[in-house]
């Protein structure tokens, strides 16, 4: 069974930047794709960026440009760098597995659709950008 744990998340200065990591476990040889997600305070939970199953990232429309997104060749880690953040990027974070490549993509892509009821979540971090 996949588990998934995020670091990296903390305060930082508007401007400045921040990266996060998700180190995943326990996965077993079965496909998988990952994302990142975030929620702030009573909002709906949105999605930030995901990889692609040919690792082609995908961000959304308020990320794009500033955030990067990036998995080590054996699936043990994603990671987001986070630049130019803004208060506005103050949120909890969470990174998100599923079989279902396609799922995890449209997270991102869809903002107008519920997210789907991924198979994996990890327990998120806290990123508080200050002005």
């Known amino acids: 069974r996949l588990q998934l744990v995020e670091s990296g998340g903390g305060s930082v200065q508007a401007g400045g930047s921040l990266t996060l990591s998700c180190l995943a476990s326990?996965?077993?040889?079965?496909?998988?794709?990952m994302g990142w997600f975030r929620q702030a305070p009573g909002k709906e939970r949105e999605g930030v960026a995901a990889?692609?199953?040919?690792?082609?990232?995908t961000y959304s429309d308020s990320v794009r440009g500033r955030f990067t997104i990036s998995q080590d060749n054996n699936k043990n880690t994603l990671s987001l760098e986070m630049n130019t953040l803004r208060p506005e990027d103050t949120a909890m974070y969470y990174c998100a597995a599923d079989h279902d490549c396609r799922a995890i993509v449209d997270g991102i892509r869809r903002p107008d659709r519920p997210l789907y009821p991924y198979n994996y979540w990890g327990q998120g971090t806290q990123v508080t950008v200050s002005s």
């Open positions: 326990g996965h077993t040889y079965s496909a998988y794709c």
């Open positions: 990889i692609d199953d040919d690792g082609t990232a």
